[in-house]
């Protein structure tokens, strides 16, 4: 019998300090990663007065190798949080965000150091960071895992509202060496938070003493991909991503071109309101019987490849807003569902593997979408034709998704539950406390 059960209740002080420190995890590393474009204009700027040749290219790689990398990395997030426990992976992850920033303020003029510092350090240690920051949910909530996930994954969303001026604020008055110095000193809130990630399952002596190679082993489920309706799946997602990081990163430079008497960081800040949104309201959605989750986020990627391209081509700036906010609420939606369709084609074993393999598969996409719009720009001095480009993939593939409608189910059916467990997230291994209960 674990603590809940004793306790009789999951709401207790430890529990909301667990909720309170994911939520400020989560909003911290999207937020950040969110309002790169504001960045991204100063960068452009810096790297443009040093005679950097394809500037904007160059500079939109560095924020898209943060997420890109960040994806990629969670699968082995989740092998440190079995190997060397949940607070210590956060931890870790939030000193290497912390020094990739703090050593990237130093190489501000060269673009190709903060390729490293910026985009490959910091992806690796948000990866570290946000992967843990869910997977211990796990240990303090059954009946209400659902509404916390959602509590916390809102986080990012409300971060994202503020965090656009904060940075600019930071650059304008203080420059973009000092301004990484600052965010360095804010990222590091972030080794605080996991102090609050204590693990409360106890794990099995053979967990404890599993071998390297055999949990690398246990990362690759090959039942997974004989799902045929997982493996298209698997494949439309990634590839209608192929635009979607593309405003984010350049957003803010669109207002100035377009509109400049307007302030581009509204923008971002109406996406992160109205994808908070989305999430609350798609979350319940998703969760009627009669509800389609894959239409749903068929629904949804249309939606953000037709805002998209709408971005380039209105008039005014108001109507910018409301196109802005109605891709949030696209984006929200589009999130909120990727855990329960992963549960629905794969099952509660195989739906941890699931979502990591696709996270994985979409950091490609989401790499190399906004340098290939940031060349566009430096080839012809605009942004229409990248963002054009950059809304057909989200339409395309995820017509494309329609085809999981028309292929056999295999064998590897989800396992009957009890209707009271939560959907979105399999148990978490025992494993996640095997550290954590020796430093006890």
């Given at each position: ?250 957003m803010v430079k669109v207002v100035e071109d377009l509109?400049?008497?307007n302030d581009g960081k509204m923008l971002v800040t ?171």
């Amino acid at each position: 019998m674990d603590k809940r059960e004793k306790n009789g209740s999951e709401a207790n002080v430890r529990s909301i300090f667990v909720v309170l420190a994911s939520f400020v995890v989560n909003g911290l590393v999207f937020s950040f990663i969110n309002s790169y474009s504001v960045t991204y204009v100063f960068l452009l700027k810096r790297l443009e007065d040093a005679g950097v040749s394809e500037a904007s290219s160059k500079a939109s790689l560095v924020g898209s190798l943060t997420v890109g990398t960040t994806f990629l990395m969670s699968p082995i997030a989740g092998v440190l949080n079995d190997r060397i426990g949940i607070r210590t992976t956060t931890f870790i992850g939030g000193f290497i965000a912390t020094s990739s920033l703090l050593i990237s303020s130093y190489f501000t003029h060269q673009v190709e150091i903060l390729y490293i510092t910026y985009g490959l350090l910091y992806g690796i240690g948000a990866s570290f960071a946000y992967t843990p920051s869910l997977a211990i949910l796990g240990h303090y909530f059954k009946n209400y895992l659902g509404l916390v996930n959602g509590i916390v994954t809102a986080g990012s969303s409300c971060f994202t509202m503020v965090m656009p001026y904060f940075v600019s604020y930071l650059l304008v008055h203080f420059g973009l060496d000092k301004c990484l110095r600052w965010e360095a000193g804010v990222t590091a809130i972030i080794m605080l938070c996991s102090l609050a990630f204590k693990p409360t399952y106890k794990v099995e002596k053979s967990d404890i003493h599993k071998s390297l190679s055999e949990e690398l082993r246990s990362l690759v489920n090959v039942d997974i991909w004989k799902n045929p309706k997982y493996v298209i799946w698997a494949t439309m997602i990634p590839l209608a991503l192929f635009g979607y990081f593309v405003p984010y990163v350049h957003m803010v430079k669109v207002v100035e071109d377009l509109f400049p008497q307007n302030d581009g960081k509204m923008l971002v800040t109406c996406i992160g309101i109205s994808s908070g949104i989305g999430r609350l309201i798609a979350g319940p959605i998703s969760d009627c019987k009669q509800v389609n989750r894959i239409i749903m986020q068929q629904i949804s990627l249309f939606v953000i490849g037709l805002m998209t391209m709408l971005i380039v081509i209105v008039p005014h700036f108001s109507i910018l807003i409301i196109i802005t906010l109605i891709m949030g609420l696209a984006d929200g939606c589009f999130v909120s569902v990727m855990g329960p369709i992963a549960f629905d084609l794969c099952g509660q074993k195989g739906a941890a593997q699931a979502i990591g393999c696709i996270l994985g598969l979409c950091s490609i996409p989401l790499t190399v979408g906004p340098p290939i719009a940031g060349w566009m720009y430096d080839k012809y001095k605009t942004y229409t034709g990248a963002f054009l480009i950059a809304g057909l993939p989200p339409m395309i593939f995820g017509i494309l998704l329609t085809s999981t409608r028309y292929v056999r189910k295999s064998s590897m059916e989800p396992e009957e539950r009890n209707p009271n467990e939560p959907k979105l997230l399999a148990p978490t291994s025992e494993s996640h406390e095997k550290e954590e209960l020796q430093d006890i």
